[in-house]
Each structure stands twice: as structure tokens, then as C-alpha cells.
């Protein structure tokens, strides 16, 4: 019973490096999210993706980018690392329940942590 | 602009008392809410929700509460166990979007 699977766990960065972040879920979920948590900032949302090969912007989009190739991965990617983006990154999943027309709660990874020096 | 507020940092609570968190918003077009639950190095899991047709949503030792005049929702935890020692996050949608809007958090510490 993985859930939401994202990789790596653990990641140091020089600035201008790129890197690739990870996110899987096994639940089938239409919808995926990347969020950053930084201290005293809670949860902000990065891009999110209502569909397979649809993506679209968060609340802080900017130096990432993202991919929904296939359904049940979400890819995000930063081009030129920042020292900005040192953060906690979380991947969520969620479904849509058609007779509440409503979304399900969002299920989370267990986090990658960043850091770029 | 924070459009949902945790105002508390931190709470610290007694064994087998209540444990009460705040969480205040100042969007008018949320109508759903959720608590997650965040222990270290694991991500947050989902606690409860309350629509905002209820004013009151239940679930064992957990209850959520909404008043909606005053824009405010509150989880009520009784009696508090040590194991709910946690960073609580309250999140908010507004109908039709998939998109939520997460508080700061409040680190729950309940002393045995």
C-alpha cells in the first residue's frame, strides 16, 4: 500500500544545477500537486495537475517547471537551482468524487528535502 | 496576503484535557475545510473536513466546528493523547477549485 511514493528523500544542490523531482501514486487519482513548506509559511502550492498531460500554475510557480506524462506520476524540475528553493517539497494526489462533485482529500508523500548551496 | 491564519505557533496541553485549535480566514468563497496532522519527516495526513453547510463535524475524538459569520473553525481534540502531539494545519477550498489554501500551522504538544 505505497500511496504517494516521492524520490529522492534527500538532495543537496550547487546553485545552477538542474534536478528532477519525482512524485508516484498508486490510487488511480485524476489530480496532483507539488507544494514547498518552508518554516513559519505552511504549505504553499507550486503548479498542479488536473489530468494526465495537463498542468497548470500554483501560488509559486516561478524556477520550477512540471510534467504529467502519465497519470499516476508528476514530475517537477527545477532548471537552475536557487538557493531560494532550498525547501521541503511535498507531492499530493487526490480524486474526484463525481456524485459530491466535489475533490477527496488530498493524500501526501512523505517529502523531499533540498537543499542548495 | 495570508487568506488562512493559525495564530498560535504552538500549544502545549495536558494529558486527558481538551486540546482546542484555532484557525481564522478571510476568503469568503471557502466552502470546504480540512485539518491535517504532520509528524517530522512524514508528510501531513488528513485529519477531518467540515462543509460549509455544517457547523459541526465529529469523528471519534476529534471535532471541528465552523462559524461562518465570524470566519473562523476550531478543532477540538478530547481527551488529547500523546501520540497527537503534531503540527496541525488547517486548509480551505473555495467550491469548484482543486486548489487549497493551507494556514501556517501549529505545533501540538501534549505533556504526559
Known amino acids: 500500500n505505497a500511496g504517494v511514493t516521492q524520490t529522492p528523500k534527500f538532495r543537496v544542490l550547487k546553485t545552477g544545477q538542474s534536478m528532477t523531482l519525482l512524485c508516484a501514486q498508486d490510487?488511480?487519482?485524476?489530480?496532483m500537486y507539488w507544494y514547498r513548506q518552508d518554516p513559519g509559511m505552511g504549505l504553499r502550492l507550486i503548479h498542479y495537475s488536473v489530468g494526465e498531460g495537463t498542468t497548470a500554475k500554483g501560488e509559486v510557480p516561478d524556477g520550477y517547471n512540471v510534467s504529467r506524462l502519465k497519470k499516476q506520476n508528476f514530475l517537477l524540475g527545477l532548471e537552475s537551482a536557487a538557493p531560494s528553493q532550498t525547501s521541503v517539497y511535498f507531492c499530493?494526489?487526490?480524486?474526484?468524487?463525481?456524485?459530491?462533485?466535489?475533490?477527496?482529500?488530498?493524500?501526501f508523500g512523505d517529502g523531499t528535502r533540498l537543499s542548495i548551496l | 496576503d495570508q487568506q488562512v491564519k493559525q495564530n498560535s505557533p504552538s500549544l502545549s496541553v495536558q494529558e486527558g484535557r481538551i486540546s482546542i485549535l484555532n484557525c481564522d480566514y478571510t476568503n469568503s468563497m471557502f466552502d470546504y475545510f480540512l485539518w491535517y496532522k504532520k509528524y517530522p519527516a512524514e508528510g501531513p495526513t488528513f485529519l477531518i473536513s467540515i462543509s460549509s453547510i455544517k457547523d459541526k463535524n465529529e469523528d471519534g475524538r476529534f471535532t471541528v466546528f465552523l462559524n461562518k459569520s465570524a470566519k473562523h473553525l476550531s478543532l477540538h481534540i478530547v481527551p488529547s493523547q500523546p501520540g497527537d502531539s503534531a503540527v496541525y494545519f488547517c486548509?480551505?477550498?473555495?467550491?469548484?477549485?482543486?486548489?487549497?489554501?493551507f494556514g501556517t500551522g501549529t505545533r501540538l504538544t501534549i505533556i504526559p
Open positions: 490510487m488511480n487519482h485524476e489530480y
Open positions: 486548509a480551505a477550498r473555495a467550491d469548484g477549485n482543486e486548489k487549497l489554501t
Open positions: 499530493a494526489s487526490s480524486s474526484r468524487d463525481r456524485r459530491a462533485r466535489a475533490n477527496q482529500p488530498q493524500h
